[in-house]
């Protein structure tokens, strides 16, 4: 969540009259920012940092309950505030933040990280261990910070301690108490807000997972409660049979998951990692899946991502293009002009109608919109400006609904600081309107403050986030500021900081091997989204395939790649101390990177083997054709462009997430990328030849074991965090084969899952993250 500003939030019928205010002004901060920072910054750090959010749980041995603790909120504060005896945050490069769940607290590094060298990678997981420790001495025993992506038993019954009754005005939810929102005023307001732009509660349906006994309807709806007007929702078409359904905001905003934010070097360099990021979404969700259980009902997928965006839905019903309950207006809590000039440029018809032409009484059109402001990315920003220049208008091929005005306001830029692309993505975000408006923060300085800019923005929660530097007085000397930022958003919380530390390293290190071998991972958006849908399904990782940049057209010459699979670590490592060589190395045109050869088969190769780091001598040399015992080098970017044509591949076909990340024979996969990237970029240039230093070793077995894990992962060696807990639960006991999860169930899962957290059941640990990397941790716990 972004700084909380303080105030007077205004109810929503009170704030729509400010939603124009808001965009115009958000755009003049928007252009002011571009102003300031588009062309003067260029050689920015790369700097990245990871966002871990947890719940607070009480737990009661003696009862064999576990609850979402509400009343230790207070804590944040304290963590944060210099003067209290416990708060060694800031010493430890460590900061809390309020999230959505009055039970939930985020927890960031203080600084973000360098990232250019190997210890930068191991800090992660002490960073996050500290943050455990941190938040821990703040709590009684019984209360712990737990990183699982949903709580089992939210929404049911007594979830919370103390114990608190579903009757708030806030959310009108059924099942969920206002008391699990956060307690600051933005929190109330934002969920109210989304309600009353709806006009309805939020509904979301999640197919019951079906077994034996599982009577396929949700029997935990209240069918008597007489409270609000709302109370009658599920029966008039918000809940659907088979499913379980769920009403309040809270349902999908109190999950956690981990975010990662990488600063490019410049703009165009972040639109590019922006751009090669998207295609990763899907298979990085999938391959964090860890939440196949909401409100006690064990559900027919894995992951949070449609509820949380379920639980944000403001759209009306005319936006959704569904025809509305009985009684409930079709355009919801927007004021419609209905004398509004009809103009063809704004049609909207459906089934229920013909409303072409309509404006809000604020001056907005009233248009279709395919998604919720939380969901996947809409557009490419397009590497038009950058080196590699990939991006094609084909890849973009769903047309989002755009905000027209703020759009040609954008080109019409007289900086022409936004091409097409841009004013395309922002008209894109700005169709929203703002959710929480404080009244003190109606009027703004727009050459110094951002708020309205960031009011939109950030209520436009997608998969990826491009957020660009804040607006400072002139003169201020930028380089300390933050620049051009991407932030990777769709992975689901992990248990234990060692997987945490995992799936940031993977992405940061990822990220900066997209910026160092330019790869072309561009494929039609609509593809994304499929993938996107994929990825919710149970086992996705293992039992789907999911649509990719054809392993032959990454642009890439994956002979380069050679060598720098998982066994690269043991060679490097192993090797005494004259007896290799590490680089790119060529032997009669043929390449061995990574392949550390000894000193004997030096010597059988002499006067052979040359060295070299340009890709140019590789793909000259490799295009000779001749034919080599050692790994031939596969063909060089000349010769894939002349393939390509002849054998129609298409440029996306559908791979296993084990192919994607861990490749195959023909095609280097993630992992490699990040291997030659550690081998080239992040061993200290005087120690490529052999490892002498012990710290050196360390780093690296770590680094080895984090990407093990993912590697074992996307093979299905391990399985993920919902295939443990479902299982769990289907092997459990107190199981009956219904689908349902009872507190004590709930309570033993919790436990189950802190003794993985805790690292202290050796037999829970092996089963989640399997022999290799559990033998690993159990005798190298401190990091
Ligand atoms: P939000 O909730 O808006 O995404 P947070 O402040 O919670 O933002 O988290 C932002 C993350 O970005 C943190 O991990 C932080 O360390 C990191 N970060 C801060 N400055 C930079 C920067 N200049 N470049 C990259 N990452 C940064
Ligand atoms: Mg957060
Ligand atoms: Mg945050
Ligand atoms: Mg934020
Ligand atoms: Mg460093
Ligand atoms: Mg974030």
């Not at 379980?244 to 165009?268: P, R």
């Not at 005087?686 to 992962?713: D, F, M, P, V």
Request: proline fraction near 5%; hydrophobic fraction near 35%.
């Amino acid at each position: 969540m972004g700084l909380l500003s303080l105030g007077t939030p205004l109810d929503w019928h009170d704030s729509k009259k400010y939603n124009e205010h808001v965009r115009d002004n958000g755009i003049t901060q928007l252009i002011n920012i571009f102003k300031q920072h588009a062309q003067s910054r260029n050689n920015d750090k790369y700097l990245w940092g990871d966002e871990v959010e947890y719940m607070l749980v009480t737990i009661d041995d003696k009862n064999q309950w576990a609850r979402l603790t509400i009343d230790k909120d207070y804590i944040l504060d304290d963590l944060n505030d210099p003067e209290k005896s416990l708060s060694k945050s800031l010493d430890n490069n460590v900061l809390f933040h309020p999230e959505y769940g009055r039970f939930m607290i985020e927890a960031t590094p203080a600084k973000p990280y360098d990232g250019d060298s190997l210890d930068d990678y191991v800090y992660v997981e002490q960073n996050m261990i500290k943050r455990r420790d941190i938040s821990q001495s703040e709590l009684p025993d019984n209360i712990r910070p737990i990183t699982l992506t949903t709580f089992p038993r939210m929404g049911c019954g007594i979830f919370t301690s103390p114990a608190a009754k579903p009757i708030g005005p806030a959310s009108q939810s059924l099942f969920l108490p206002d008391e699990i929102i956060n307690r600051h005023v933005r929190f109330p307001t934002l969920t109210a807000n989304i309600r009353k732009r709806r006009s309805c509660k939020v509904a979301i349906n999640l197919p019951l997972y079906p077994d034996r006994y599982t009577k396929l309807l949700d029997d935990s709806i209240p069918k008597d409660r007489d409270l609000f007007l709302s109370d009658k929702e599920p029966f008039i078409g918000a809940s659907k049979p088979g499913h379980v359904y769920m009403d309040s905001m809270g349902f999908g905003m109190g999950s956690s998951c981990l975010q990662i934010t990488m600063q490019g070097k410049n703009i165009e360099e972040a639109r590019y990692l922006y751009d090669s990021l998207a295609p990763i979404t899907p298979i990085m969700l999938s391959l964090s899946a860890a939440a196949p259980i909401f409100k006690g009902f064990l559900v027919n997928q894995d992951v949070r991502w449609n509820v949380v965006s379920g639980s944000v839905d403001d759209r009306t019903f005319i936006e959704r293009d569904i025809k509305p309950y009985p009684e409930y207006n079709l355009f919801g809590g927007l004021n419609v002009d209905q004398n509004s000039k009809l103009s063809s440029k704004h049609r909207v018809t459906n089934e229920f109608g013909d409303w072409s032409g309509l404006f809000t009484k604020e001056g907005k059109p009233i248009q279709k919109v395919p998604k919720s402001r939380y969901d996947s990315i809409d557009a490419y920003l397009a590497d038009v400006n950058y080196s590699t220049n990939y991006f094609k208008d084909k890849f973009n091929d769903i047309s989002p609904p755009i905000n027209q005005k703020i759009y040609n306001r954008l080109i019409d830029e007289k900086s022409k600081l936004f091409d097409s692309h841009l004013a395309k993505h922002f008209a894109h975000l700005f169709i929203r309107d703002p959710l929480v408006i404080f009244s003190e923060r109606v009027n703004q300085n727009n050459e110094l403050e951002n708020d309205h800019f960031e009011n939109i923005q950030s209520t436009n929660w997608q998969t990826l986030r491009f957020k660009p530097p804040a607006l400072y007085e002139p003169n201020t000397d930028l380089s300390n500021t933050p620049g051009w930022r991407v932030e990777f958003r769709p992975m689901e919380i992990q248990l234990t900081d060692f997987e945490n530390a995992a799936y940031s390293n993977f992405i940061s290190l990822l990220s900066k091997s997209i910026i160092k071998f330019q790869p072309n991972f561009y494929i039609p958006i609509s593809k994304i989204e499929e993938n996107m849908e994929t990825a919710h399904k149970v086992d996705s990782v293992i039992k789907e395939q999911f649509w990719f940049k054809s392993l032959d057209q990454w642009n890439l010459d994956s002979g380069d790649f050679i060598g720098y699979d998982l066994s690269w670590f043991d060679r490097f490592l192993n090797a005494g101390n004259d007896e290799l060589e590490v680089g790119e190395v060529y032997v009669n045109g043929y390449s061995l990177n990574g392949a550390i050869i000894n000193k004997e088969q030096r010597t059988q190769l002499n006067g052979s083997v040359s060295m070299s780091t340009s890709s140019t001598a590789s793909s000259s040399i490799s295009s000779s054709g001749q034919t080599s015992p050692i790994n031939r080098v596969s063909t060089s970017r000349k010769t894939i462009a002349a393939t390509a044509d002849i054998d129609d591949g298409g440029i996306d076909q559908r791979y296993t997430i084990n192919e994607i990340i861990n490749g195959t024979d023909k095609f280097p996969g993630l992992i490699r990328l990040i291997i030659k990237l550690i081998a080239t970029d992040l061993v200290p240039k005087s120690q490529t030849h052999h490892c002498e230093s012990q710290e050196l070793a360390k780093s690296l077995i770590r680094i080895k074991h984090y990407l093990i894990l993912i590697s074992n992962r996307a093979s299905g060696k391990i399985p993920t965090i919902a295939n443990w807990l479902r299982s769990k639960v289907l092997k459990s006991e107190l199981y009956h084969e219904d689908s349902k999860v009872s507190e004590q169930l709930n309570y033993k899962l919790v436990k189950d899952s802190l003794a993985v957290t805790d690292l202290s059941d050796e037999r829970l640990v092996r089963e989640v993250l399997g022999e290799i990397v559990t033998d690993y941790l159990l005798n190298n716990n401190s990091v």
